[in-house]
């Protein structure tokens, strides 16, 4: 399981990133944009679930392209990876720490993190040599 303290190493080791605080909980921005945020579920989110399992431990969202690719990452999610009605419409995944793989989480920081940079810091990192993934 990766903690919190692995994830905000992981953010805080990518170029200009900024930790901050969002609604109480800790939120990782470039260029002002949060593209991975601790999100724990609501009373309300609970109740939303209508009886469904309640994800345990800490839960991370994080930010992706579009749609389209929340679509296609939560139809081949893996473990831990899932969404709640609230981000309906929204281009977030969220992930249940407890269950999911580090190299998954790893990957999805920094695709988040891709998303969200100004292009040609995207590029400047990835021609470094940087792995994408």
Not at 46 to 56: D, S, T
Request: proline share 7%; aromatic share 8%.
């Amino acid at each position: 399981m990766m903690s919190i303290e692995e994830v905000a190493q992981i953010a805080m080791d990518l170029p200009e990133v900024a930790e901050g605080t969002s609604h109480g909980y800790r939120t990782w921005k470039v260029a002002g944009k949060g593209f991975v945020w601790e999100r724990p579920l609501s009373k309300a989110d609970i109740k939303r679930l209508e009886g469904a399992p309640v994800p345990e431990g800490p839960i991370l969202a994080y930010r992706v392209e579009d749609l389209d690719e929340k679509d296609l990452i939560l139809d081949n999610a893996p473990a831990g990876f899932f969404t709640i009605s609230h981000f309906d419409g929204y281009p977030a995944v969220l992930i249940q720490l407890k269950k999911a793989g580090k190299r998954a989480v790893r990957e999805a920081i920094f695709d988040a993190w891709l998303t969200c940079a100004p292009p040609r810091l995207a590029e400047e990192h990835l021609a470094k040599g940087k792995r994408k993934r």
